[in-house]
């Protein structure tokens, strides 16, 4: 080989230390180009609200190039969030059992009067589907019985305002038989009347603020998470198992409610998705996966299409669009509910056949292994404590039993070992996956200085800096509460802060106070 031309041989196979840096040094300016355009571009694209904005990108993907998407591509996948993995939860096993006392509570409602107007008096006879009581500004709303029976109690609490109106149900119920529209020919406001006049109509709630849906408002889309992520939150799959028509039903319903789409989030992971779910008709189908709060729908719209200011949008649960579609497929109000008994302090965790506002103490009688317990009308991070004399929440399709933790411990966090829910790695319970929890009320701690520690952002996946946002709340600056998004979240959507939260902050209740401040600013 002549000299010249080995030379060169040499110099390709051995490129010089300079060569490579330069190499090295494109290589890296190419990705930060790449990653800082990817961010400019899904910033620009969530401020003109388009959908998807976090799958945007400088490169094209596979579906770009060849046509063809892949299935991870159609998951939206959730990283941040914890799962609080509580024991007692509810086996598949489902009992009905009749209760006595059911309620209907005004404060399950948010957007009306407290004290509302009675269309009934102690003493009176109703039927299942019969009003009860209506807001005195909205009085095309009705609320209506679940049962029938006799109104045998109105409980008030401060100011006069009415908590509870109580019925003694009947052995054997009576409906009120619903003059239905058909659904083929009805116009919009035809349909808006029949529902605001049967008692579905409080089962819809609007964002922001989840509060009542208004009558005189078009709802940009609706949205319906079919799967739930909390602690010991029931299996909406077993939930709708055999109630498929009415579901599909409601659905129907609901596309007349609204210009654009109903929006299903469904379970990419677990159990996956019901056919009722995946096969539905008519809807826009959106898979999710990761830990909680992946469940809620709040999180769901946020990642499918945010709400931009001036917008309003509605939301149900899996249960009130099958109420909302047997008033069409059984031509009545019905109020059952599929309820998850759970927690570590019932004896026997198991499903049930019940009514909305049934009897707590009916439905826990012999089922609790201690006296002194916190029993929750819904999840333990967003539920509301009840007495045993109490109701369950109209909304709520789960009841958790947990220990009441008012003992202080030994020397508090200085001996840290025994095991319990927390996204701290100091206890070692934290590096075994699959660990369970008795789970209690004791909060570890008294309330003190509200320090950023940047904690909130690992378990809230959405776009936002909630700690700024409760502070803003505090400080009464409406303009930052505005623009730090208060419009996008409910209580539940940062539970999860209020759990992890090292300042004991009353996280959920700072931010009904700052929704309640933006409502009267309207």
Not at 53 to 78: C, H, M, W
Not at 117 to 124: F, H, N, R, S, Y
């Amino acid at each position: 080989m002549p000299l010249q031309a080995a030379s060169m041989a040499l110099i390709w196979e051995q490129p010089s230390t300079l060569t490579v840096v330069l190499i090295v040094i494109v290589v890296l300016v190419f990705f930060l180009l790449i990653t800082v355009g990817n961010s400019l571009l899904q910033v620009r694209a969530k401020e003109l609200g388009v959908l998807h904005f976090a799958n945007y990108s400088v490169l094209p993907n596979q579906k770009d190039i060849t046509g063809k998407s892949q299935t991870a591509e159609d998951v939206i996948r959730l990283r941040k969030g914890y799962d609080i993995k509580l024991k007692g939860s509810a086996t598949s096993n489902v009992e009905s059992i009749q209760v006595n006392s059911v309620a209907v509570q005004p404060t399950n409602v948010h957007g009306i009067a407290p004290i509302p107007k009675l269309e009934v008096a102690i003493g009176d006879t109703v039927k299942a589907g019969d009003p009860l009581f209506h807001d005195k500004n909205l009085e095309r709303i009705k609320f209506v019985a679940p049962v029938s029976g006799e109104v045998v109690e109105v409980r008030r609490g401060a100011k006069r305002a009415i908590t509870h109106v109580v019925l003694l149900a009947d052995k054997k119920p009576s409906y009120r038989t619903l003059n239905v529209p058909d659904l083929q020919t009805v116009d919009r406001e035809g349909l808006v009347e029949f529902l605001a006049q049967s008692g579905a109509w409080p089962l819809i709630k609007q964002r922001p603020y989840n509060v009542l849906a208004g009558l005189d408002i078009i709802p940009r889309d609706i949205f319906i998470s079919t799967f739930d992520t909390a602690p010991l939150a029931p299996d909406n799959n077993l939930v709708v198992a055999g109630q498929e028509n009415a579901f599909q039903q409601g659905l129907d319903v609901l596309k007349k409610l609204t210009p654009g789409k109903v929006h299903l989030g469904l379970d990419a992971g677990g159990s996956g998705a019901h056919e009722a779910f995946s096969k539905a008709e008519g809807v826009e189908k959106h898979w999710f996966q990761g830990p909680h709060p992946a469940g809620n729908v709040g999180v769901q719209i946020h990642h499918i299409d945010p709400i931009l200011p001036g917008e309003k949008v509605w939301t149900l649960g899996v249960q009130d669009v099958i109420t909302v579609g047997k008033l069409f497929t059984e031509k009545r109000y019905d109020s059952a509910r599929i309820v998850a008994l759970c927690g570590a302090e019932v004896k026997n965790p198991h499903y049930i056949q019940t009514v909305q506002g049934a009897s707590l103490k009916e439905l826990l009688k012999d089922q609790l292994i201690h006296d002194h317990v916190r029993v929750v009308s819904g999840d333990v991070l967003s539920g509301e404590g009840k007495q045993m004399d109490d109701f369950l929440n109209a909304s709520d399709d789960q009841i958790s039993v947990i220990k009441e933790g008012d003992v202080l411990e030994l020397f508090g966090w200085l001996f840290p070992i025994k095991a319990r829910p927390s996204i701290s790695p100091t206890f070692l319970s934290s590096l075994i996956s699959g660990t369970t929890f008795a789970g209690e009320t004791n909060t570890h701690g008294e309330e003190r200085a509200f320090v950023v520690t940047g904690n909130y952002e690992k378990v809230t996946p959405i776009n936002m800096y909630p700690q700024h946002l409760l502070k803003s709340i505090l400080a009464g600056n409406f303009e930052r509460m505005e623009g730090l998004g208060i419009q996008e979240v409910v209580e539940e959507d940062l539970a999860l802060c209020e759990f992890i939260c090292p300042s004991k902050v009353h996280v959920q209740q700072i931010l009904r106070q700052g929704m309640d401040m933006m409502i009267e600013q309207e």
